[in-house]
């Protein structure tokens, strides 16, 4: 019995052993590993061995980052500070988002405001090329003061836009109706800080305070349960509950926490803008499902 005992013993150890190495090393490669550097010369920096990353904005120049992995369904969380003081002018973007003319991609947008005022979140969701689906929505809580979580679950029942685990925004597959689900093309997630002061900040009438610059916008803690797509193929990670998100759909608590948000913090859905739609709105407005 001893030497079998002795033996799974080590066997166990070196089994804990190699998990937290593998966990430390994922932690600590964290930017490096999931993100290339797309523009900015210089302006984006990935900072403590991987754990932070951030981006800048001055007068010559914005910056930005995407994925090295495509994603075909998962779901993903960032933590983001924003731009604090007078962020005037700024959008910081933050989407997931296909390749081409009939490209898929979702949406979160952040333009910022003068000292004090409220930033916007600004939403979108493209099927097959086509948008047109904005919802904007107050923030409960002062963006810049801390990191908060915005994430993604997208899987081929829904999605779903959450902050800080409440959800804000759900688009449902109904492609029963015929409405394109995002659901054929893998998509990459792109962030990227840059100047916007024709039509961001109270439709254009607050120019960027470039006395100010640089700006800046922190990200930390990226995780990605999803399935990353190589050499068209899916390949999900993680199984049995750590893939629950595949089948995940909003509890009656989260119902209820997405009809909260929606009636206190909403400030534009399309599918309440008659004016713009005065032929009738968009069916997924008015579906039951
Ligand atoms: C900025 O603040 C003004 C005044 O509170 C508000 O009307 C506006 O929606 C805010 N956000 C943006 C992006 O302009």
């Not at 804990?16 to 210089?42: C, H, K, M, P, R």
């Not at 004090?116 to 090329?129: K, M, R, S």
Request: aromatic content about 14%.
């Amino acid at each position: 019995m001893a030497p079998f005992a002795t033996s799974s013993f080590m066997f166990v150890i070196t089994v804990l052993v190699a998990a937290s190495l593998i966990e430390v090393a994922a932690a600590a490669g964290g930017f490096y590993q999931n993100f290339d550097i797309t523009w900015g010369a210089g302006r984006a920096k990935i900072l403590s061995g991987g754990q932070l990353l951030t981006l800048t904005l001055d007068r010559a120049s914005g910056s930005g980052f995407k994925s090295k992995n495509e994603y075909l369904f998962g779901k993903i969380d960032m933590q983001i500070k924003l731009v604090p003081g007078n962020s005037a002018g700024t959008v910081t973007a933050y989407y997931l988002s296909s390749l081409g003319p009939t490209h898929d991609e979702i949406d979160f947008e952040f333009l910022g405001n003068t000292t004090g005022q409220p930033y916007t979140l600004h939403t979108n969701i493209f099927t097959q090329g086509k948008g047109n689906r904005e919802q904007q929505f107050r923030l409960w809580f002062d963006p810049t003061k801390d990191f908060h979580t915005y994430s993604v679950l997208w899987n081929p029942q829904r999605i779903i836009l959450s902050v800080d685990g409440t959800p804000i925004r759900e688009f449902k597959n109904l492609e029963s109706i015929g409405i394109p689900f995002p659901k054929n093309q893998a998509m990459r997630l792109y962030s990227s800080l840059w100047d916007a002061e024709d039509w961001a900040t109270q439709g254009g009438r607050i120019k960027t305070d470039w006395s100010k610059a640089p700006f800046l916008a922190s990200y930390r803690n990226f995780n990605a349960d999803a399935c990353v797509w190589i050499n068209g193929r899916s390949s999900c990670r993680g199984s049995g509950t750590s893939s629950a998100w595949m089948g995940q759909q909003l509890d009656i608590t989260n119902q209820q926490r997405l009809q909260w948000v929606q009636r206190n913090y909403m400030i534009y859905n399309y599918c309440t803008d008659r004016q713009r739609f005065p032929q009738g709105f968009p069916k997924e407005c008015t579906a039951r499902s």
